[in-house]
């Protein structure tokens, strides 16, 4: 059971900025658990990249969970999240996107967008669960399978009125 949301009786989660020597294991994970993975340039990206970042969830040095943001003015975007399946259900993704919208708040974004196949009802469960709405719904955004892609946002509660 978890206590606090980051250590449980058995196993340790850490959380930190992914950098170059995770990209291969970020990159097994991508290719197991999605049907069009990014490819490794992707994520070399995410480390390099202006705007670009990512974190991993690691237990005693393995990574189990990934995600990864971009940030261009005011807009946030999840690009991608991902939790090895035998740790499902412990809250690594809500760790990882708790530590992601932290970052956009403090770069003052303003809302933060992902997309996600209509029929991934596990990430629309997650996304609804923390908050974001659907936008619209964008035809035929994905490959390997052709799937349109709901288009969801959340929106920053930032009280701006200077007093
Ligand atoms: C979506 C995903 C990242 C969630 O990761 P996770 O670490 O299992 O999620 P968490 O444990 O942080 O879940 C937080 C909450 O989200 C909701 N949720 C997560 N997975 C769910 C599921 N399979 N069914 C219903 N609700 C779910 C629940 O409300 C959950 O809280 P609870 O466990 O207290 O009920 C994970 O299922 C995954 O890696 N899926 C494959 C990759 C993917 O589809 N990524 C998104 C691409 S758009």
Same mark, same amino acid.
């Given at each position: ?21 995770? &990209?291969?294991? =970020?990159? !097994? ?7 069009? /993975?990014?490819? +490794?340039?992707?994520? #070399? ?25 971009? &940030?261009?003015? =005011?807009? !946030? ?7 090895? /399946?035998?740790? +499902?259900?412990?809250? #690594? ?71």
């Amino acid at each position: 059971m978890i206590s606090d949301g980051v250590h449980n009786s058995v196993q340790r989660i850490t959380y930190r900025a992914m950098t170059e020597p995770d &990209i291969s294991a =970020v990159v !097994a994970l991508e290719k197991a658990v999605f049907p069009d /993975p990014w490819p +490794r340039s992707a994520f #070399v990206d995410v480390v390099t990249a202006p705007g670009w970042g990512g974190l991993v969830a690691e237990i005693d040095g393995t990574v189990v969970g990934y995600a990864c943001y971009l &940030i261009v003015d =005011v807009e !946030a975007h999840l690009t991608n999240i991902a939790v090895a /399946p035998e740790h +499902r259900r412990k809250s #690594v993704a809500r760790h990882l996107l708790e530590r992601i919208l932290s970052v956009a708040d403090g770069q003052l974004c303003e809302f933060i967008l992902l997309e996600v196949r209509p029929s991934n009802h596990e990430a629309l469960a997650f996304y609804r669960k923390h908050g974001f709405k659907v936008l619209y719904q964008r035809p035929n955004y994905y490959r390997r399978p052709v799937e349109d892609a709901i288009v969801m946002v959340k929106y920053f509660d930032r009280d701006d009125t200077e007093t």
